[in-house]
C-alpha cells in the first residue's frame, strides 16, 4: 500500500527527456590509438614479457661493459690462479652464498694459496677469469644470434614475398627449392659447413642460416598469398604502381607483425644452436669463448668445479628465456584475436 501511494505521489512532469547536446555526442573521450601505441600498451600489461625486456637489457649491458670495465682479457692466463672458486667483496661474508672463495670440502682456496684479488665468477683450468669470459662469451652469442636472425629476415622476407606475389609456376619452382633444402637434415648441412670452411663466428653464422630463412620465406608467402587480392592492392596496380612498390610498401608493412613475431623467435634458436656447435666442438676455437664452449669446459669439471659449467648454464639458460618471453608477449600484444 505504502508503495503505490509512493508511486501515485510521481508527477510525470519529472520524467522528461533531456535535450540532446551534440557537442558532447561528438566529443572523444580517449585519444586515439594507432596499431604500435595499443600494441606497446597491451605489451606493457604483460609483466612477464616487460621481465624477459629487463632481462634481456641488463644482460646486453653486461655483454658490453664488464669486459671493457676488467682490468683483464678473456685470453689473459695465470696458472698459478687455476681453477679458483667465486668470490665477491660484502657477498663474502655470507656463508650460505657460494661467493665466500671456498670449494667443495669449506676449504678456502683464496687464503691457500694467497691470492689477493677477487674473481667474481672464479677461474678456470687455466687460470683466466671466468667473469670477463661469461660476458664476452655472451656478447659473442648476442652477436651470432641477431645476425643470424638479420639474414634470415632479408633472404626470408625477399624470398617469400617474390613466391607469394607472382604465384603459379615461379611459386611452384620456389616452394620445390625450398622443401629441397628442408628435406637435408639441418644439424648433418651445419656439421659438413662447418667442416669445410674454418670454424668461427662467419662460418657459425652462414651454417645457420643455409635452412633458417625458409621459416620466414614460407610466413611472409602465405600472408602476401592472402594479401595481394585485397582491394588497396588492386587500386594500387590499377594505378600503374610497379611490382616492387606493391611488395615492399604495401605488402610488407602490412604483415610486419608475423616477421617480428618470427624473428624474436629465430634469435633464442640461434643462440641455441651456437651453443650446441660449440659444445660438441664444432663452435668457437680457443682463446675465444661463447656461452656453449664455456659450458662445454666446464662440463670437464662438474663434479669438483661446478661453477665452471653452472655459471655460464645460468646466463645462456636467462638468455633464452627472456628472448622467448618477450616474442610471446609480442605475439599476443600483435594478435587482433587477444584485444578486448
Excluded: C
Aim: aromatic share 10%.
Amino acid at each position: 500500500m505504502m508503495a503505490k501511494q509512493q508511486y501515485e505521489q510521481l508527477s510525470p512532469e519529472w520524467f522528461q527527456p533531456a535535450p540532446p547536446n551534440v557537442g558532447e555526442q561528438e566529443k572523444i573521450n580517449r585519444p586515439s590509438l594507432t596499431f604500435w601505441q595499443d600494441a606497446w600498451l597491451r605489451l606493457r600489461e604483460n609483466k612477464a614479457a616487460i621481465v624477459g625486456l629487463v632481462m634481456i637489457i641488463i644482460l646486453a649491458l653486461m655483454a658490453i661493459i664488464a669486459p671493457m670495465a676488467s682490468n683483464r682479457t678473456y685470453k689473459d692466463q695465470n696458472l698459478r690462479h687455476a681453477k679458483l672458486p667465486p668470490k665477491i667483496p660484502v657477498l663474502e661474508h655470507i656463508h650460505w652464498l657460494p661467493f665466500d672463495g671456498r670449494d667443495a670440502n669449506g676449504v678456502d682456496v683464496y687464503k691457500q694459496r694467497g691470492v689477493k684479488e677477487y674473481y667474481w665468477f672464479g677461474t678456470d683450468d687455466l687460470g683466466r677469469d671466468l667473469w670477463v669470459r661469461t660476458w664476452y662469451g655472451t656478447r659473442i652469442s648476442l652477436y651470432i644470434g641477431l645476425l643470424a636472425a638479420l639474414i634470415d629476415l632479408l633472404i626470408g622476407i625477399a624470398y617469400g614475398g617474390i613466391s607469394g606475389y607472382y604465384g603459379g609456376r615461379v611459386d611452384n619452382v620456389m616452394q620445390r627449392i625450398i622443401e629441397i633444402l628442408n628435406g637435408i637434415p639441418y644439424l648433418i648441412m651445419v656439421i659438413l659447413f662447418i667442416l669445410i670452411f674454418e670454424p668461427g663466428i662467419i662460418s657459425i653464422t652462414l651454417a645457420m642460416v643455409i635452412t633458417g630463412w625458409t621459416t620466414m620465406a614460407r610466413i611472409v608467402r602465405g600472408q602476401v598469398l592472402k594479401l595481394k587480392n585485397m582491394e588497396y592492392v588492386l587500386a594500387a596496380r590499377t594505378l600503374g604502381a610497379p611490382t616492387s612498390r606493391l611488395i615492399f610498401k604495401h605488402l610488407i608493412p602490412n604483415v610486419i607483425g608475423p616477421i617480428i613475431i618470427t624473428t624474436m623467435f629465430t634469435i633464442p634458436s640461434a643462440i641455441f644452436t651456437e651453443a650446441f656447435l660449440s659444445f660438441i666442438g664444432l663452435g668457437i676455437r680457443p682463446p675465444e669463448a661463447s656461452l656453449g664452449s664455456l659450458v662445454n669446459d666446464g662440463y670437464k669439471s662438474i663434479q669438483t668445479y661446478p661453477h665452471l659449467m653452472i655459471i655460464p648454464a645460468v646466463v645462456i639458460s636467462l638468455l633464452i628465456l627472456s628472448f622467448n618471453l618477450v616474442a610471446d608477449g609480442i605475439r599476443d600484444a600483435l594478435d587482433p584475436k587477444m584485444r578486448k
